[in-house]
Nanobody, 123 residues
């Protein structure tokens, strides 16, 4: 049974930082594309960042220079370091996974999803 479990969300003031973690079990981590998406109330799920097994990364323009995605293959964990947070970053953040090494931004292409973790940025 594949499980993706996110942690690290919370309430932070604008300009602050948070680090999200996503632990993976039941899935061969090698050659797995890992990604973070987010969904704000009333909005569609939005791609944030993804990382391949070989550590190629992709980011949505709105987080470039502020967020960093990384992975620890030995621990089967992916991280999202979020700095200089803005009120508009407020959303539920989801971890997602799919087999393969091609960078992808479309949610429907991802096979496995976590339950989400809330990130709230106050002004």
């Amino acid at each position: 049974q594949v499980q993706l479990v996110e942690s690290g969300g919370g309430l932070v003031q604008a300009g602050g930082s948070l680090r999200l973690s996503c632990g993976v079990s039941g899935l061969t981590f090698g050659n797995t594309l890992m990604a973070w998406f987010r969904q704000a109330p009333g909005k569609d799920r939005e791609f944030v960042a993804c990382i391949t097994w070989s550590v190629n990364t992709d980011y949505v323009d709105s987080v470039k220079g502020r967020f960093t995605i990384s992975r620890d293959n030995a621990k089967k964990t992916v991280y999202l370091q979020m700095n200089s947070l803005k009120v508009e970053d407020t959303a539920v953040y989801y971890c997602a996974a799919r087999a393969g090494s091609t960078v992808l931004r479309i949610p429907n292409y991802y096979t496995f999803w976590g339950q989400g973790t809330q990130v709230t940025v106050s002004s």
